[in-house]
């Protein structure tokens, strides 16, 4: 089928290693790779240095503990786990503390400039969740700076390619506006991928034995999100049509503030730093009410008057810290209340204020891309007046499965990092704890890729027929002659997921949201489009809808099964956290129905958490959160 | 609150033909232009391409000129227009069109290849890196960089000039090397190859390439120049001088109250319609 004349042939490209996403996981994985003597394509549907990591603001958590040296990966395994109401992988979160430092340390070798302590090493910032000022950052920019740095890693690494083989291409190449549609398997093992030059719609058949999926988040599936039209869960639905799993995607974060004015701009991010720097929420009335939003769990650690909480931004060791910094689902539910129960501001949020409380200069020091978007963006100068904040679809905590060490799924062959992939960050992920997520496991899983092939036998075979097939599936929108229109499908969906499947859930919304899913996946292959290949936008949307559609069906399914409410889960009808539902994590795969492939939804048990990981933990800590059978392996019991 | 306004948007291919579209579509309260032309997406025009990300000032995707003036698209906001005035949408000038608004902006990431990489001290281990606030600041002022390129669309020594194209990097690589100059612990000596590899020397301290940062970095001021003067150590070029006599700020006022930019007066290079000097009082 393939044919030059119409536009259609498909050219063929072989690598070792394809990392698919070029945002921080992807190009820490594809560093890895390198290193270790694969050759690398890195394909990314932006341009190179545009990925969603350049948004991150405020900053990646390591332990280095050089604001407060009693600070150390034990410290931060234990926020992570609380942060995610230890629904999270243990073996992850345990990684990840451990080896956060190091990845940080090392993007200083790669030329980063993170700002400094007094002594010259690299500060750090309070954050939500974490118990100590733990976020390396650079200003609110910290995003842009891990970029940066990376993509001019892949550049020096470039150049170490072209003196030894005259070509800066030739072991490392990045195909950039490249979509990739889909995965090839010889047997059960991966081969390779299937996409299109987004400029021109030229079709590219990539030939490769080990696959990383970095493709980040779903959030374009809600309406008011933080996240850009990157975020279409592409990397979600590829690896279910592979036949890997996803679990935890009940789990979304919904951030407590976004923008929530002007209405253009509803949902951009307003960085938790604001916070981690002094400011504090108010309601219409004036008062602070996260005070009054402090759950058992989290009693001690946090101040419960204004005085306290205001003495701890000076003296962290001898007052709790103020209610404003608890972990996000809860700070994102109080919002919800309050504006709610008539308290709101007139855009329907709540205010966030520094100005009161911190001077103009140190505002525009700490801040200033946020002194910079409201200013542009609403005419708001947030030296002297608060902003109007509220909840925004930020996060997904879901993704498709992994082995911890490795970042390997059950198909042989496909690695995944970074967000798309799940179980570290359990029911809510601490802020800053994405970056380093990022760099932690993007590297584990370049390793992972180079020692699958290392061990690899025969390589893999892509076969003609899958090729044809992902090339007339890609084709399908030019020949359904203006059916459906791709937006407006698209606003469907959003609302239906904003409205039903947002952040405070119920049986008969969710139920609902399931139906309307359904009639728009019957509609959604009648989309046709107008324009031709190169650089349409709308045949882009039409790719993009069905990954959303499969993505969205998980997250209903996912949160209408667990009947509790959890972290960035919250069912109306069940609002009291369950122990019986620690133990159960959800999945979802594919398989066959009688209109082509249907999600499915099963339990599988959550791993015990190690005995040495579950000491560092205090008996009446866990529970909280654990009952009878499983709190006896505790040191405690064991009289230590 | 909301109102009908006048559109014009450049359609056109990478043939280099093309011309400007008339739309008239709705504008509401607080919009931004990538607002207005996702509407036209969405509404009356499909595949109208555009590039964009963040929508937040923060990716640099989103460049185009509007009005004839370098901007992002996502932070030019609707009301520095006035209701009646025709908006007008072109390409980037300096990039050969793919499509629409969208260029090709390869030429970015040749240029960045071709500055060596930094350098650090060989004995330095990884957390033993030590640096003082004050001496980051500097070289952290050109990280800030969103790559959005509209300072390399802008200068007139690769706007007008196709053929410069080889030998000069423009401001925001340039920069680049003033920047790893400026790190703390690189151990390369960057100061001839500025001049040498990345033609330094075609700088004419004109600071078009400042004013329209987006990011407001003093590009020139504070990149540019002190470079200038690392070369001139050694070599002397008068424009150094030049350029702190003339080019103060009260001159760029005057010559912003003028009108007249330094842009360009030379026909579109990549089929842009506008003659550089119908560039309007919009949107500063
Ligand atoms: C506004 C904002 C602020 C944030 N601030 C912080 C913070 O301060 N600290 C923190 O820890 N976390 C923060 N986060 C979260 C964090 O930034 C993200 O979770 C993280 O950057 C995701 O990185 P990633 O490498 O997984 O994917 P991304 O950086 O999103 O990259 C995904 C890549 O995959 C590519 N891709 C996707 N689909 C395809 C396809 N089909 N074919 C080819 N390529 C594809 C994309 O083009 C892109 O290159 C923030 C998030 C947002 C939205
Ligand atoms: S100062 Fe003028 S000549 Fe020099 S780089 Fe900037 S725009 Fe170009
Ligand atoms: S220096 Fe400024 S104008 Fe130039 S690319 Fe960077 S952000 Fe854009
Ligand atoms: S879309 Fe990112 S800068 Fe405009």
Redesign the interface.
């Known amino acids: 089928m393939a044919d030059e004349a119409d536009g259609t042939a498909v050219s063929h490209h072989s690598y070792d290693v394809l990392v698919i996403g070029a945002g921080g996981a992807g190009l820490r994985a594809a560093i890895e790779a390198r290193m270790r003597g694969k050759r690398v394509a890195i394909l990314s549907k932006s341009l190179f240095g545009k990925a969603h990591t350049v948004m991150a603001e405020g900053g990646i958590a390591a332990s280095m503990g050089n604001a407060n040296p009693r600070d150390n990966w034990e410290v931060h395994y234990r926020d992570t786990m609380r942060g995610g109401k230890f629904l999270n992988n243990w073996r992850m979160a345990e990684l990840h503390a451990k080896e956060a430092p190091q990845r940080v340390w090392e993007l200083e070798t790669y030329g980063a400039l993170f700002d400094r302590t007094p002594e010259g090493k690299i500060s750090q910032r309070n954050f939500g969740g974490h118990q100590f000022p733990r976020l390396a950052h650079v200003g609110d920019r910290t995003g842009l700076e891990l970029i940066r740095t990376l993509q001019q890693k892949i550049v020096s690494l470039q150049q170490e390619d072209h003196a030894r083989t005259g070509d800066y291409e030739s072991d490392l190449k990045v195909f950039h506006e490249f979509t990739v549609t889909e995965l090839f398997k010889d047997g059960d093992r991966i081969a390779g991928a299937f996409g299109y030059r987004r400029p021109t719609g030229e079709y590219l058949c990539f030939h490769a034995p080990a696959v990383v999926l970095a493709t980040g988040g779903i959030g374009k599936s809600f309406k008011v999100t933080s996240n850009s039209w990157e975020y279409t869960g592409d990397g979600h639905a590829l690896a279910l049509r592979a036949g890997a799993r996803l679990i935890n995607m009940e789990f979304v974060q919904f951030h407590p503030t976004g923008m929530v004015w002007p209405p253009s701009v509803k949902g951009i991010l307003v960085t938790e730093s604001v916070r981690g720097d002094g400011g504090v929420l108010k309601n219409s009335e004036g008062e602070r009410f996260m005070f009054r939003y402090i759950p058992d769990v989290f009693r001690e650690q946090y101040a419960t008057s204004e005085d306290e909480g205001d003495r701890w931004y000076d003296d962290a060791d001898n007052n709790r810290r103020p209610p404003e910094l608890l972990p996000r689902d809860e700070v994102a539910r109080a919002i919800n209340n309050e504006v709610k129960e008539g308290r709101g501001s007139p855009a329907g949020g709540v205010y966030l204020d520094i100005a009161s409380r911190r001077t103009t200069e140190f505002i525009r020091k700490r801040l200033p891309s946020m002194y910079h978007q409201f200013k542009e963006l609403a005419d708001v100068d947030i030296t002297a007046e608060p902003m109007e904040v509220g909840p925004t679809c930020h996060y997904v905590m879901g993704g498709v499965e992994v082995d911890p060490d490795t970042a390997s799924t059950v198909v042989p062959g496909l690695f995944a990092a970074g967000e798309v992939a799940g179980g570290m960050h359990g029911s809510n992920r601490l802020g800053g704890n994405s970056l380093s997520d990022l760099l932690v496991f993007g590297c584990r899983a370049g390793a992972g890729a180079a020692d699958y092939l290392d061990g690899l036998g025969t390589a893999p075979a892509v076969g003609n027929e899958a090729v044809d097939a992902a090339l007339a599936e890609a084709e399908k929108p030019f020949s359904v002659r203006g059916e459906e229109n791709a937006y407006t499908l698209h606003q469907e969906l959003q609302q239906t997921m904003n409205d039903l499947v947002g952040i405070i859930r119920r049986a008969d919304e969710m139920e609902m949201a399931l139906k309307r899913l359904a009639e728009l996946r019957d509609r959604i292959p009648r989309v046709g489009v107008t324009g031709g290949r190169a650089y349409n936008p709308g045949w882009h949307l039409a790719m993009d809808l069905r990954n959303m559609l499969m993505v969205s069906q998980c997250i209903a399914m996912a949160a209408l099964e667990r009947q509790e409410s959890r972290g960035g889960h919250t069912r109306d009808d069940y609002p009291a956290m369950d122990e019986n539902w620690r133990r159960e994590l959800l999945n979802c795969s594919l398989a066959d129905g009688p209109d082509g492939p249907e999600v499915q939804l099963n339990h599988q048990p959550q791993p015990a958490m190690r005995p040495d990981l579950f000491d560092l933990f205090e008996l009446d800590e866990l529970k909280k959160y654990y009952t009878g059978d499983e709190l006896g392996g505790h040191r405690a019991d064991r009289g230590m | 609150m909301g109102y009908r306004a006048k559109f014009e948007v450049w359609r056109g291919?990478?043939s280099g033909e093309g011309a400007l579209q008339p739309f008239e579509v709705d504008v509401?309260?607080?919009?931004?232009v990538l607002?207005i032309v996702h509407r036209l997406?969405?509404?009356q025009a499909?595949?109208?391409?555009?590039?964009?990300?963040?929508?937040?000032?923060?990716?640099?995707?989103c460049s185009a000129e509007v009005n004839g003036r370098p901007r992002l698209m996502c932070?030019t906001?609707m009301s520095t227009f006035d209701e009646h005035e025709t908006v007008t949408i072109t390409p980037l000038r300096t990039f050969p069109v793919?499509?629409?608004l969208?260029t090709?902006?390869d030429f970015n990431?040749v240029k960045?290849?071709e500055i060596?990489?930094?350098a650090?001290p060989e004995d330095?281990a990884?957390?033993e890196?030590?640096?003082?606030?004050i001496d980051?600041e500097r070289?952290?002022e050109f990280?800030?960089?969103?790559?959005c390129y509209l300072c390399q669309n802008t200068c007139h020594a690769v706007r007008d000039h196709e053929e410069n194209k080889e030998e000069f990097a423009g401001p925001r690589y340039l920069m680049r090397v003033s920047e790893?100059d400026m790190?703390p612990l690189?151990v390369r000596d960057r100061k001839d190859a500025a001049q040498e590899d990345h033609g330094l020397g075609y700088c004419n301290i004109t600071k078009c390439c400042t004013e329209v940062c987006p990011e407001h970095i003093k590009i020139t001021d504070n990149a540019l120049i002190p470079m200038k003067e690392r070369v001139v150590d050694t070599k002397y070029d008068p424009l150094v001088w030049l350029g702190r006599k003339i080019f103060k700020r009260e001159d760029l006022e005057a010559r912003h109250a003028t009108g007249r930019r330094s842009l360009d007066d030379a026909g579109p290079g990549n089929g842009s319609p506008l003659p550089a000097d119908s560039i309007g009082p919009v949107g500063g």
């Open positions: 291919d990478s509401n309260e607080g919009e931004v607002d997406q969405a509404t499909g595949d109208l391409a555009v590039r964009w990300n963040c929508k937040a000032g923060k990716c640099g995707s932070m906001r793919i499509r629409d969208v090709d902006v990431y960045a290849r060596p990489s930094f650090p330095l990884p957390g890196y030590r640096m003082s606030q980051v070289p952290q990280r800030k960089c969103i790559e790893l790190h690189d």
